[in-house]
C-alpha cells in the first residue's frame, strides 16, 4: 500500500524505474514509448550522459546557494545564453523551479512595473478561455481553464477572460483566416476598453495552446495584433511558452513565428527537459530598468529561485539542443510526424481536427466528424485512451473539456528531438490502436 497521496486516489500506478532514449521502463519489466515527454517535458529523452554527468558535477561542487546572498556560475551561465538567443529587447532572465512559478512571477513583475512607473490602478489581467497558465492560484485565475478552476473559484482573483484563437469551432464559414484573428484579437481591445482606462495591466496568452486546447495555433495576424492593441493600451503582453517553447514547435521562442515579441515570455518543461524542476521568465529591458531606477528590488522570492543543480541541467539541455543542431531536427521530424498523423487519421470517422506545430501535435476527438459534436463527458473517452494507450505501450497526453471546458476530447503528443524515424511510426500505430481501442469501449 503506497503511502503517497497519488492524484487519483484507488488507482494503481505502475513505477518507472528507467528511461533510455525515448522510452521509460517500469517495475515489471514493460516498455513505454514517450510520445508526449510526459507533459512536454523530455525534449531530449532520458538518460542523456552528458546533462548526467552536468548535474552530477554540480552537485558536488555546489548543490544550493539562497539567491538573497549569492548568485551561482551555472545560474549566469544559463541567463546569458537564453539572453543571447533571444530578441534584444528581452535582457533579464529570473530563474524558478515551474512554468507555475514562472507565470506567477510574470504577474508580480508586470503589476510591480506599473506602480513603480506611477499607474498603481493597473492591477487587472486578461486571459483566454480555454487556456492554462498553471496551478497554483495566481497561475490557475490567469488561464481559462474551467474545470480546473471550478473547486478554488472562491480563492482566486477575478481576471477578464476572452475568446481563445480556437480556429476549428471559431472561425466562420468562408471567413478567411486573416480576418478570424482580427476578429479573435478585437475581444481584447473590448474587455482593456470595458475594464476602463488605465485599468489593466498585462494580457497573457500562450504562444500555441498547451493542454487545455490542444495545440490550437495562433490566426495569420492574430498575435501581431494582440501587440498592437497592447502597445496602444499601455498593456503588458505577457506570452506562455511553458509547454510550447525552448523549440518544441521548430523555433526556439513559438513567438518568432509570429513576428511579435513580447514583454514577459514564461518557459519551462524543455527548459531544463526534466533533468531538473526549472522554470524561467524574460523581461524587457524598459521593465528591468523601471524596477532597478525605482525601488531597486523585485518584490518577489522563493526558496529555490536560481538554484545551481536545475541551473545547471537546464545549461547542459540547452548547450546540447544548440550544438545538436536539434531544432532544425525538429522541424524535419516534425513534418514526418505530420504526414503520418494526417495519413492515418484524416480520414477517421472520429477524428475532426489534427493541429500544431513541429513536435507538437494534437487530435481533436468528436462524436460525429459532420457537425464536430464531441462525445459525452461521461464517457471520459480522453481517461480510456490514457489507460489502454499504457496497455500498448504508449505515453500520450489525453485530456478532456476541450470545447468549453466540460464537453470535448483531444490527444496531444510531444515526443522527444532526439526521436528517430522509425519511431515516428511506431508511435502512429501503437496510437490508432489505442484509440480504436477506446472508442470500442464506449
Known sequence: ???????????SYPVAVRGAGAYLFDAAGRRYLDASGGAAVSCLGHGDAEVVAAVAEQAAQLAYAHTSFFSSAPAEALAELLVAQ????????????????????????????HVERGEPQRGRLVARR????????????????????????PLLMDVDLVAPCYAYREQWPNESPEAYGRRAAAELEAAILAAGPGRVMAFIAETVAGATLGCATPAPGYLRRIREICDQHGVLLILDEVMCG??????LWAFAQEGVVPDIVCVAKGL???????GALLCSETIYRTIADGSGALAHGHTYM?????????????????DRGLIPRVRELGAGLE??????????????DIRGRGLFWALELVANRDTKAPFDPALRLHARLK????????????????????????????????????QLDELVAKLGLALDAALASL
Open 86 to 113: 533571444a530578441p534584444p529587447t528581452l535582457t533579464r532572465a529570473i530563474f524558478v523551479s515551474s512554468g507555475s512559478e514562472a507565470v506567477e512571477a510574470a504577474l508580480k513583475l508586470a503589476r510591480q512595473y
Open 306 to 322: 536560481g538554484h545551481p543543480v536545475a541551473c545547471a541541467a537546464a545549461l547542459a539541455v540547452q548547450r546540447a539542443v544548440r
Open 1 to 11: 500500500m503506497s503511502a503517497i497521496f497519488h492524484r487519483t486516489t484507488g488507482q
Open 272 to 278: 531544463g527537459a526534466g533533468y531538473g524542476p526549472i
Open 130 to 153: 480555454q487556456s492554462y497558465a498553471g496551478n497554483t492560484l495566481g497561475a490557475l485565475a490567469a488561464g481559462g481553464n474551467q474545470a480546473r478552476r471550478a473547486l478554488y473559484a
Open 246 to 251: 525552448m523549440g518544441r514547435t521548430g523555433s
Open 387 to 422: 489507460r489502454l494507450a499504457l496497455e500498448h505501450g504508449l505515453i500520450c497526453y489525453p485530456m478532456g473539456g476541450t470545447v468549453d471546458g466540460v464537453r470535448g476530447d483531444h490527444v496531444l503528443l510531444a515526443p522527444p528531438f532526439t526521436l528517430e524515424e522509425p
Open 339 to 352: 504526414a503520418r498523423l494526417r495519413a492515418s487519421f484524416g480520414e477517421h470517422a472520429h477524428v475532426g
